[in-house]
Structures are given as C-alpha cells and as structure tokens.
C-alpha cells in the first residue's frame, strides 16, 4: 500500500497540467485584490440594481467603458455574475467602498 501513495502527488500534479484550462482548479483571489474607485462606484450601482446604461449615463461614460468595468470586477473578485456583484458590494461596503 505504500508503494501507491508515493506516486500520487505526482500524478495529482501533472494531470493539472493536462485539464483543458476551464476544467482546472481556480486559483484563489489574492487578498490583496482590490477594485479601483471607479470600479467600487459601478459595483455600488450594480448593487442598486442599475443596468449598464444606467450606470453609464450616471457616470458619464460609455456604455462600453461601465462593461469593461464590470468584466474587470467579476475577473478581480473571482464572482460569476452582476447578481454575485451585487452580493459582494452588500457585504463588503464601508466607509470607503468595497
């Protein structure tokens, strides 16, 4: 039986290597993952529930621009969607923002 345990990191380590990259494990964000000012604003008008129109017209920009913004947030914090967006703004408001 010890025989079999010894090679196992090593198959667990180089089959990683081999996942197509949708199928392998998802790092962890780094703590230190944090939202630029503009980014917090526009994760606060998802939390509001305004659309990305709304949000660009709120802000002055274009509706292009609050789009790259979101996919910048849901990318930084790991979340799958606006709704998740949403959730973490809720949770993670204080004085100065997410």
């Given at each position: ?6 090679p196992l990191?090593?198959?667990q380590?180089t089959s990683?290597?081999h996942l197509?990259?949708?199928c ?7 703590e ?18 305004k659309?990305?129109?709304?949000i660009a ?7 292009h621009?609050v789009?790259r913004h979101v996919?910048?947030?849901l990318?930084?914090?790991d ?5 998740a967006a949403?959730?973490f703004?809720?949770?993670h408001?204080g004085?100065d923002g997410?």
């Amino acid at each position: 039986l010890d025989e079999l345990d010894e090679p196992l990191p090593v198959v667990q380590a180089t089959s990683e290597q081999h996942l197509e990259p949708a199928c392998r494990p998802k790092a962890r964000p780094a703590e230190s993952a944090t939202l630029t000012a503009r980014e917090s604003e526009v994760v606060n008008l998802i939390a509001d529930g305004k659309s990305n129109a709304a949000i660009a017209a709120e802000l002055s920009l274009s509706e292009h621009t609050v789009k790259r913004h979101v996919a910048n947030i849901l990318l930084k914090l790991d979340l799958p969607s606006r709704a998740a967006a949403a959730a973490f703004s809720a949770r993670h408001t204080g004085p100065d923002g997410p």
